[in-house]
């Protein structure tokens, strides 16, 4: 049984940081791609960066430059350094994995696995 489980989430203000992390169980992180999406209130689910086979870190809209993405394999866990957050940010943010693919990775469907969603709050 796959898991995956988000943590870290939280209430700050303009410019602060937060770290989200997420404990994957059931597989190991070495043979997959990882993703970290994000759920604004009234909006659409959209990525926010990724780590695909090959192709380092991807990172979509805005947060190029203040998020950073990251995996350690020994532990089996992934993480989303977030710095500078803006209001903007505020959403449920999801962390996902799948199979290295060989191809982008910026449609939900292309994740097999998802965490619960954890929630970011920034303050103006």
């Known amino acids: 049984d796959v898991q995956l489980q988000a943590s870290g989430g939280g209430s700050v203000q303009t410019g602060e940081s937060l770290r989200l992390s997420c404990r994957v169980s059931?597989?190991?992180?070495?043979?997959?791609?990882i993703g970290w999406w994000r759920r604004a209130p009234g909006t659409e689910r959209e990525v926010v960066s990724c780590?695909?086979?090959?192709?380092?870190?991807t990172y979509y809209g805005n947060v190029e430059g203040r998020f950073t993405i990251s995996s350690d394999n020994a532990e089996n866990t992934m993480a989303l350094q977030m710095n500078e957050l803006k209001p903007e940010d505020t959403a449920i943010y999801y962390c996902?994995?799948?199979?290295?693919?060989?191809?982008?990775?910026?449609?939900?469907?292309?994740?097999?696995?998802w965490g619960q969603g954890t929630q970011v709050t920034v303050s103006s």
């Open positions: 996902a994995a799948t199979k290295f693919a060989d191809h982008g990775l910026e449609v939900a469907a292309d994740y097999r696995y």
């Open positions: 780590i695909n086979a090959g192709d380092g870190q």
């Open positions: 059931g597989v190991t992180l070495d043979d997959y791609a």
